[in-house]
């Protein structure tokens, strides 16, 4: 069986996005990583062997990274990461997104039967990515382990990390790394 973490950066009050000048939740610039919080997601992305994304997640990742090792001012890291991330399976659950690219595969159907079936395949671990996606996962008891990225900020109103959950899970505490900035990383697995 394998593991699925959800893990996204997110301000002290718990928002993934906030609202940025239109008044969409697109605001992102609180997140900008350091060097070394950049290598931190690079070495997590690495283990990866299957990315799960929304929509949201899937259009903004799909418009960098493809040829952000292209660009002249990359680092190693952003050059490793974009060849990575071009080179790993990825499946995107969607019902508006119509043609995907970078080795991806398009779900429109069930995305929990999707992820459940998924998991329950013989393989290394799968990540997946949108706060709308993972709140279906995360309530349909299939998240294995939280990696939240939480950055000094207050973000107000926005799209939350975790969703309204029909009961309790409880988490057992892994990791926590504090990077430059006073960027706080905290892991939990899930207790089964």
Known sequence: MRKLTYGMNLTLDGYTATPG???VNDDLGWGVPSDEL???WLDRELEVELSLYGRG?????????????QHPDATPAQVEY????RDTPKVVFSSTVREVDWNT?????DAIAEITRLKAEDGGPMAVSGATLAKAAVRAGLVDEYQLV?????GGAGTPFFAALDGRV???????RTFS????LTRYETKR
Do not use: C, I, K, Y
């Not at 974009?82 to 991330?85: E, G, L, S, T």
């Open 21 to 23: 000048a239109t008044g």
């Open 38 to 40: 950049f290598q931190w």
């Open 57 to 69: 997640v899937w259009e903004g990742m799909s418009s960098h990274w493809p040829t952000a090792d």
């Open 82 to 85: 974009a060849r990575n991330w």
């Open 105 to 109: 595969r398009l779900v429109t159907g």
């Open 150 to 154: 939480t950055h000094p900020v207050l």
């Open 170 to 176: 409880d988490l057992r505490l892994v990791e926590t």
């Open 181 to 184: 900035g006073g960027v706080v």
